[in-house]
């Protein structure tokens, strides 16, 4: 989707791209890391300091990658992630999105950490 992008994010000098995916979802074209994203991370390891981490994937991953983060010294306003999984209609009619009070349709997708952490259990 952001293949342009990753490319220019590639070359920059301020920023550290990981590119990763799980087992069996690479080919021969793959050229970055294969495995679960808490893993890689960990392996990484990046630094806190003058960082922001962008997590987007399925809910699970973002579950086990946000301990990782806050581990490894990120912030919850460090740290943002995306929840359009739960999108149906995208104008806050149907309800499929809503998650406490909150719509993820209108009020996001884009949440920080803290905005992931003050949710309802439910996600």
Request: aromatic share 8%.
């Amino acid at each position: 989707v952001y293949k342009r992008e990753l490319k220019e994010w590639e070359e920059r000098g301020d920023v550290r791209l990981v590119k990763t995916v799980d087992p069996g979802g690479n080919g021969p074209e793959w050229d970055g890391k294969v495995g679960f994203v808490p893993t890689i991370l960990e392996e990484a390891a990046p630094t806190a300091e003058n960082s922001i981490a962008m997590v987007c994937g399925p809910p699970i991953m973002i579950k086990f990658t946000l301990p990782v983060l806050e581990k490894l010294g990120f912030t919850d306003e460090q740290v943002y992630t995306t929840l359009e999984n739960r999108m149906k209609c995208g104008l806050g009619k149907c309800g499929r999105c809503n998650v406490g009070n909150v719509y993820v349709c209108k009020d996001g997708p884009v949440f920080t950490a803290k905005q992931v952490k003050e949710m309802p259990a439910e996600f």
